[in-house]
T-cell receptor, first 111, second 114 residues
Framework: GENVEQHPSTLSVQEGDSAVIKCTYSDSASNYFPWYKQELGKRPQLIIDIRSNVGEKKDQRIAVTLNKTAKHFSLHITETQPEDSAVYFCAARGTNYQLIWGAGTKLIIKP | EAGVAQSPRYKIIEKRQSVAFWCNPISGHATLYWYQQILGQGPKLLIQFQNNGVVDDSQLPKDRFSAERLKGVDSTLKIQPAKLEDSAVYLC????????????FGPGTRLTVL
């Protein structure tokens, strides 16, 4: 079946440095790729998304890139801050509109 | 705009007991999702409704789980009988329509099965 692989499972970066999280999807028909942030004990919230007809999208310190040929997409966070600490999930939406989620990356921002 | 509501927030039961969760999506949202999130994992879709019809329930363990959305608004998810491995957070989400991009999540129900 369809799946999404996400790496790394844990990422620790110094405050102010950049963080990159990578995902690979299996369904070549996937056309929508959201990233969700989930703080401890809270609900997932959408932080950025990209559609398959776009290669890159940026929103302030957050950017997402998509390589359809290689079937992978990445989340980039620049100038990381303590409030960026959370678990980040990537997902891919297939032709039946359901989201297939990655396993998550725990991002730790060191002061 | 009110968000997605879920109740209860926490539930502790013993194995083989039954439990039900309730979700009220954002007003006007046609699509409703139930997810199971086991600690340390990503959400896993259990069932997706479009209005009161099921779009996808391929990952719902139908021998013990059931869900309904009779009037196309509120939804209930039931587990009967519960197993230890059902311990998880059950998240409800909604989106305006089936192709709607953002899914809005409720606070979840944390289920512990002893």
């Amino acid at each position: 079946g369809e799946n999404v692989e996400q790496h790394p499972s844990t990422l620790s970066v110094q405050e102010g440095d950049s963080a990159v999280i990578k995902c690979t999807y299996s369904d070549s028909a996937s056309n929508y790729f959201p990233w969700y942030k989930q703080e401890l004990g809270k609900r997932p919230q959408l932080i950025i998304d990209i559609r398959s007809n776009v290669g890159e999208k940026k929103d302030q310190r957050i950017a997402v890139t998509l390589n359809k040929t290689a079937k992978h997409f990445s989340l980039h966070i620049t100038e990381t801050q303590p409030e960026d600490s959370a678990v980040y999930f990537c997902a891919a939406r297939g032709t039946n509109y359901q989201l297939i989620w990655g396993a998550g990356t725990k991002l730790i921002i060191k002061p | 705009e009110a968000g997605v509501a879920q109740s209860p927030r926490y539930k502790i039961i013993e194995k083989r007991q039954s439990v039900a969760f309730w979700c009220n999506p954002i007003s006007g949202h046609a699509t409703l999702y139930w997810y199971q999130q086991i600690l340390g994992q990503g959400p896993k879709l259990l069932i997706q409704f479009q209005n009161n019809g099921v779009v996808d329930d391929s990952q719902l363990p139908k021998d013990r789980f059931s869900a309904e959305r009779l009037k196309g608004v509120d939804s209930t998810l039931k587990i009967q009988p519960a197993k230890l491995e059902d311990s998880a957070v059950y998240l409800c989400a909604s989106s305006p329509f089936i192709g709607g991009n953002e899914q809005f999540f409720g606070p979840g129900t944390r289920l512990t099965v002893l």
